[in-house]
């Protein structure tokens, strides 16, 4: 073989460079990508998630309502070990075991329920509430085992498929307008633009990247987006816009000194694993909890469904009928990490739905997901530095990522109502309500009654109302 030919084929990853053990494992060159567009999907994954390492044990240890300590929520220190080792064991597993580029860490929404409802609410203690989620995460992965979860997964019509993927998209969006402060709170339009905008650093910095970000895209630059939120975080640390913690933990707007990074670095002197394995098993025995363990369940559940559909859209994975290949490996990691969160005491540990800024990039195999699980294993050393990525840095990624997820709007048919309205509700209600599983549901409720009413109940799958009236249930209990 010619010495030209063979780079080029190296430079594709179908070469027997270096990388081919990786390359074979992981099946690179089939999936179209290389070795080195797969490390970029990866840091750039672990870019835009990697805030989930302070905020998790902030939201867990009730920081921001028991700021003077005293609180009967997850330690702290031990709580930052728990979420990093949490999210790097589960997603070297999803890369190596289910080969996707998956990436997952402790839920969000799912760890604001522990703390404020079954700590601050039930009045459980945290080792109770670790309990909970270790049998919700059992309970998910028994129907794993009997394949039920794919079972339900694919009787979901593809026009929902299609919807959830669109819905996701603005959440995505949303959440990166709303922690890059472009969009605030309002009392009389519930939410407004930021008038104070040009007064705002993080507001100016979060435009200033989605500028970059866009121009990058638009010129094709490979790792655009890992590009932008680094340019950004450069321009964030030198105007002084460094939130290393947005829920208040070391404040909410950090100006960067020697003096806060010596603070910072106290925190994670060394691993603490205090929580590991201090959960209250017997939880299960208080039939008064179960409606807890359903609600979460529930969330559980769903929300790693949609986060499949909507990234595995994505990037392309998935076949005509919208279903995933390999999909039961990817459900049964994602339910195992549920239970390993309850144990470890990081709350579930799910699919997050920030593994499409890593599909932008071109990441399509679990070494996507191997390279995210590295950078949360070396960030239980470094988590002060890890912090000094911004949220004004990681908000452009997410804005744009979102913007790529909502194209597959176009396949929708929004000529057939019967499924375009359940559709639009769907896409609708999951940024509005801050919650993929409350978007599916009540896409599911009334896909299921329209169809009923006009007399076409046969073409919906039995699955499909079943689970409909389980959603109507969590509904109801208002969990």
Sequence with gaps: MAPSSRKKQMANGSGKGRHSGVERFFRISA?????????IAGLATFMTMAYIIFVNPA???????????????VPFNAAITATALGAALATLVMGLYANYPFALASGMGINAMVAFGLILGAKLSWQQAMGIIFWEGALVTLFVLTNVREAVFNAIPVTLKRAIGVGIGLFIAVIGLVEGHIVTASEATVVQYNHAFGHDPVAVVTALGLLITAWLMARRTRGAILLGIVV??????????????????FGKAHVLSAGALAGAAKVVETPSFATFFKLDFSVILQVGLWAWIFALMMTDFFDTMGTVVAVGGEAGLLDSRQRLPRLNRVLLVDSGAAVAGGLFGASSITTYIESAAGVAEGGRTGLT?????????????????????????TSPALIIVGFLMITVVRDIDFKNLEEAIPAFVTMIT?????????????GFILYSLIKLFRGRGRDVHWLLYVVSVLFAVSIYLGK
């Excluded at 009730?62 to 005293?70: A, K, M, T």
């Excluded at 950004?232 to 933990?249: F, P, S």
């Excluded at 949360?376 to 470094?382: N, T």
């Design 31 to 39: 999936a179209g990508t290389t070795v080195r567009t797969e490390v």
């Design 59 to 73: 939201i867990l240890s009730l920081g921001s309502v028991f700021p003077n300590g005293g609180s009967p929520g």
């Design 232 to 249: 950004t975080t450069v321009i964030g640390i030198l105007v002084d816009v460094v939130l290393v913690d947005k829920l208040g933990y």
């Design 369 to 393: 997901s191997v390279v995210v699980a590295l950078c949360f294993l070396v960030s239980i050393f470094f988590a002060p530095i890890i912090g000094l990525v911004p949220t004004a840095a």
């Design 430 to 442: 999951i940024p509005l309500t801050y919650s993929i599983t409350s978007g599916i549901g009540y």
